[in-house]
Nanobody, 119 residues
Framework: QVHLVESGGGLVQPGGSLRLSCAAS????????MGWYRQAPGKQRELVAT???????VYGDSAQDRFTLSRDAAKNTVYLQMNRLSPENTAVYYC?????????????WGQGTQVTVSS
């Protein structure tokens, strides 16, 4: 079992910045990939960014070169720094961890944190 706790969402004006955090607990050693997805109203959930246990980062189109994913391995935490936010970035942001133990694969999700970009 992996438990994910997100923080850092909120209301921000266009052009502003936010940093989301996701702390993992439980069977940390089974996590192979960790990262962020988002879901805007009426839209499908989409990839924002992920990082593998080896440190390789993949950004989705939604990151738009304005988001940066980082990790503090000692704290079992990943961060999503979001700069120059626009209303199109408004969504619920979900932390995700993908685990694989002896080919038993599982997706774990946080509860989501709302990001609203509005003036």
């Amino acid at each position: 079992q992996v438990h994910l706790v997100e923080s850092g969402g909120g209301l921000v004006q266009p052009g502003g910045s936010l940093r989301l955090s996701c702390a993992a607990s439980g069977s940390i050693h089974t996590i192979r990939v960790m990262g962020w997805y988002r879901q805007a109203p009426g839209k499908q959930r989409e990839l924002v960014a992920t990082i593998t246990e080896g440190g390789s980062i993949v950004y989705g189109d939604s990151a738009q070169d304005r988001f940066t994913l980082s990790r503090d391995a000692a704290k079992n935490t990943v961060y999503l720094q979001m700069n120059r936010l626009s209303p199109e970035n408004t969504a619920v942001y979900y932390c995700n961890a993908w685990t694989n133990v002896l080919n038993d694969k599982h997706d774990w999700w946080g509860q989501g944190t709302q990001v609203t970009v509005s003036s």
